[in-house]
């Protein structure tokens, strides 16, 4: 098969920096604008975020089987991140804007215009991260690949990560303007989503031709057929826990940022892009170190070594900023491997359910399992952006600064330490169960070329 040269997979990579502009926005984020912009209380912004990652898992396993049953010139995927970049950038600004000071009215609108979001970036999203095995089937390429594809990814969450605060808190003067700074950077990060994508379709091919098969008939059949392959089961195991530990430290972080760790305002852009610059700066270590101990033993020891900042979590002074920052660093360096290791073992099932039921459906499997994680994300995120309230958060809006009881504040390092530590043990769990490695999966390559 023709090797993918270093351009394509940066190409292929950009589409996941816009990805998660608009992902990382919403992750670090929308919550806190909800309750501290908006002035919705922790619990309704909670029930926002179910709502709307609810009907983005519904949408997600909808296009998963429309992309796999697409034929254009274009191929399966492609098309869809040439005619969704744009509509994605125009619904991701109308997120941001502040329209209504009703807080009925708020919840009404808020909660649409995520659905609509939700439903754009489902329509490119799920195409393209399916558009990885059609790029290469090579073991250690796609590791390659997902090393490029990661790398980007984390500049696309420093550039949201750092980009919003930079907007909101340093080039405007912080709390006192969030009702015209969030609405213009949402306008400015729109931009930067459409052209990466735009991007990312141009450069890149589609090398992997579907057979010919016989697909199930329904969403029902797909599923049912992709959980029986154990294969699979614990794939989504690893890939569900990780990333929803993933999620709710990005719901947590600027808060702890700004009341667990009293960081300032026009310091803060700072320090919400520290660890996404590490993330970036070993991201190829990780893929060095997959390569020679294995995806699923690289794993294990990066999500044992995450527990130690998450835990350090817990004991931060505030305002001691050497010690803030070492952690913050050593945070960025477990979630560079959380991520790069785990996109990189979900596409190898791909040819395991090829093997087993006779097709390729990338579409499908990636749209399932973005089902299953947002289902559960949907549900833990709302969990513990209600306990946010349980241990006496009081939300805010305008330019009113609340200062937030000690005990609030133990609840927020409580939560951004224990739960995302439970979610990275469990994945890890599932990930040593899961005997897919290198000679394993050459083998299923084999047997599928022999038929």
Same mark, same amino acid.
């Given at each position: 098969? +023709?090797?993918?040269?270093?351009?394509?997979?940066?190409?292929?990579?950009?589409? $996941?920096?816009?990805?998660?502009?608009?992902?990382?926005?919403?992750?670090? =984020?929308?919550?806190?604008?909800?309750?501290?912009?908006?002035?919705?209380?922790?619990?309704?912004?909670? =029930?926002?975020?179910?709502?709307?990652?609810?009907?983005?898992?519904?949408? #997600?396993?909808?296009?998963?089987?429309?992309? #796999?049953?697409?034929?254009?010139?274009?191929?399966?995927?492609?098309?869809?991140?040439?005619?969704?970049?744009?509509?994605?950038?125009?619904?991701?600004?109308?997120?941001?804007?502040?329209?209504?000071?009703?807080?009925?009215?708020?919840?009404?609108?808020?909660?649409?215009?995520?659905?609509?979001?939700?439903?754009?970036?489902?329509?490119?999203?799920?195409?393209?991260?399916?558009?990885?095995?059609?790029?290469?089937?090579?073991?250690?390429?796609?590791?390659?690949?997902?090393?490029?594809?990661?790398?980007? /990814?984390?500049?696309?969450?420093?550039?949201?990560?750092?980009? !919003?605060?930079?907007?909101? $808190?340093?080039?405007?003067?912080?709390?006192?303007? =969030?009702?015209?700074?969030? *609405?213009?950077? @949402?306008?400015?990060?729109? !931009?930067?989503?459409?052209?990466?994508?735009?991007?990312?379709?141009?450069?890149?091919?589609?090398?992997?031709?579907? %057979?010919?098969?016989?697909? *199930?008939?329904?969403?029902?059949?797909?599923?049912?057929?992709?959980?029986?392959?154990?294969?699979?089961?614990?794939?989504?195991?690893?890939?569900?826990?990780?990333?929803?530990?993933?999620?709710?430290?990005?719901?947590?972080?600027?808060?702890?940022?700004?009341?667990?760790?009293?960081?300032? #305002?026009?310091? /803060?852009?700072?320090?919400?892009?520290?660890?996404? !610059?590490?993330?970036?700066?070993?991201?190829?270590?990780?893929? &060095?170190?997959?390569?020679?101990?294995?995806?699923? %033993?690289?794993?294990?020891? /990066?999500?044992?070594?995450?527990?130690?900042?998450?835990?350090?979590?817990?004991?931060? *002074?505030?305002?001691?900023?050497?010690?803030?920052?070492?952690?913050?660093?050593?945070?960025?360096?477990?979630?560079?491997? /959380?991520?790069?290791?785990?996109?990189?073992?979900? *596409?190898?099932?791909?040819?395991?359910? +090829?093997?087993?039921?006779?097709?390729?459906?990338?579409?499908?499997?990636?749209?399932?399992?973005?089902?299953?994680?947002?289902?559960?994300?949907?549900?833990?995120?709302?969990?513990?952006?209600?306990?946010? @309230?349980?241990? @006496?958060?009081?939300?805010?809006?305008?330019?009113?600064?609340?200062?937030?009881?000690?005990?609030?504040?133990?609840?927020?390092?409580?939560?951004?330490?224990?739960?995302?530590?439970?979610?990275?043990?469990?994945?890890?769990?599932?990930? &040593?169960?899961?005997?897919?490695?290198? +000679?394993?999966?050459? $083998?299923?390559?084999?047997?599928?070329?022999?038929?």
């Amino acid at each position: 098969m +023709e090797k993918v040269k270093a351009r394509e997979k940066f190409a292929y990579g950009l589409g $996941d920096l816009g990805n998660n502009v608009a992902y990382g926005a919403l992750g670090f =984020y929308l919550v806190f604008f909800l309750t501290d912009v908006a002035g919705i209380s922790p619990a309704w912004a909670g =029930y926002i975020f179910l709502i709307v990652r609810m009907w983005n898992a519904v949408f #997600d396993m909808i296009m998963g089987v429309v992309s #796999d049953r697409t034929k254009s010139r274009f191929g399966r995927r492609r098309p869809y991140l040439l005619f969704g970049a744009i509509p994605l950038s125009i619904g991701f600004a109308l997120l941001w804007q502040v329209f209504f000071k009703d807080t009925t009215a708020m919840i009404i609108y808020y909660t649409f215009a995520g659905i609509l979001f939700s439903t754009l970036y489902s329509l490119v999203a799920i195409p393209y991260n399916a558009l990885l095995p059609e790029i290469s089937q090579d073991y250690d390429e796609r590791t390659s690949i997902s090393g490029y594809k990661m790398a980007l /990814s984390f500049v696309g969450s420093l550039l949201s990560a750092m980009g !919003v605060t930079l907007i909101v $808190d340093a080039i405007y003067p912080g709390k006192s303007m =969030y009702a015209t700074s969030f *609405p213009i950077m @949402g306008g400015i990060l729109g !931009v930067v989503i459409a052209v990466t994508i735009l991007l990312s379709f141009a450069g890149t091919k589609e090398r992997v031709a579907p %057979k010919d098969t016989k697909q *199930p008939g329904n969403l029902w059949k797909n599923l049912k057929s992709l959980v029986r392959l154990k294969e699979y089961r614990l794939i989504l195991g690893v890939f569900i826990f990780n990333m929803v530990g993933f999620d709710i430290i990005m719901a947590l972080y600027i808060y702890f940022m700004k009341y667990a760790l009293k960081i300032s #305002d026009d310091l /803060s852009y700072i320090f919400m892009a520290i660890p996404l !610059v590490f993330a970036v700066v070993v991201t190829p270590l990780w893929v &060095k170190l997959s390569n020679k101990l294995g995806k699923q %033993k690289t794993y294990i020891i /990066s999500a044992i070594y995450f527990l130690v900042p998450l835990a350090a979590c817990l004991f931060i *002074p505030a305002g001691s900023i050497p010690v803030i920052i070492a952690v913050i660093i050593l945070i960025g360096v477990g979630i560079s491997a /959380s991520q790069v290791l785990t996109f990189s073992i979900l *596409p190898d099932v791909v040819e395991v359910d +090829e093997l087993k039921n006779g097709t390729r459906r990338e579409g499908v499997i990636y749209g399932t399992t973005m089902f299953l994680y947002k289902i559960s994300s949907a549900i833990l995120v709302a969990v513990v952006s209600a306990a946010l @309230g349980w241990f @006496g958060y009081v939300e805010s809006a305008g330019s009113t600064v609340v200062e937030q009881t000690a005990t609030a504040v133990l609840g927020i390092r409580l939560l951004i330490c224990c739960a995302p530590a439970l979610c990275f043990i469990l994945s890890a769990v599932f990930v &040593k169960r899961l005997k897919l490695g290198r +000679e394993a999966f050459n $083998d299923v390559k084999k047997s599928i070329a022999d038929e």
